[in-house]
């Protein structure tokens, strides 16, 4: 995976990491889960959900890469660009520009 050119070089190797639609779609579903469990355990003042956030969001998205994608999630390599990878990703998805996305990455 590219390291040297920073996130934007990153970019299409996480895409390609993420290949198989099904990886994705739990990737997406994991990460907004876990941003609305963290959105409402600081709205409530609840730690155990600000805990819970990352759990969830990264449980999803490490079971997908585990039984899915049969690879290794890139959060072991690059943890703050993965982040930012999977963010970007599921603003992609919401707003229905991941199919362009992946297009332009060859994929």
Same mark, same amino acid.
Do not use: K, Q
């Given at each position: *995976?590219? @390291?040297?050119? #920073?996130f %934007?070089a990153? !970019? ?8 198989r639609?099904? @990886?994705r779609?739990v990737?997406?579903?994991? @990460?907004l889960?876990?941003a ?8 409530a #003042? $609840?730690w !155990?959900?600000m &805990?819970?956030?990352?759990v969830? #969001?990264y449980?999803? /998205? !490490?079971? $997908?890469?585990? &039984?899915?994608e049969?690879n290794r ?7 703050? !660009? $993965?982040l930012?990878g999977? &963010?970007? *990703?599921?603003?992609? /998805?919401? @707003?229905?520009? &991941? #199919?362009? %996305? ?6």
């Amino acid at each position: *995976m590219a @390291t040297d050119g #920073g996130f %934007e070089a990153f !970019w299409p190797a996480y895409l390609r990491d993420h290949a198989r639609p099904a @990886t994705r779609a739990v990737h997406v579903g994991g @990460t907004l889960a876990g941003a609305a469990v963290l959105l409402a355990g600081v709205i409530a #003042g $609840s730690w !155990w959900l600000m &805990l819970l956030a990352p759990v969830l #969001g990264y449980g999803c /998205a !490490w079971g $997908s890469h585990l &039984l899915v994608e049969r690879n290794r999630p890139a959060t072991f390599r690059h943890p703050l !660009w $993965s982040l930012r990878g999977d &963010l970007r *990703m599921a603003w992609l /998805a919401v @707003t229905g520009r &991941l #199919g362009a %996305e992946l297009r332009r990455h060859g994929l």
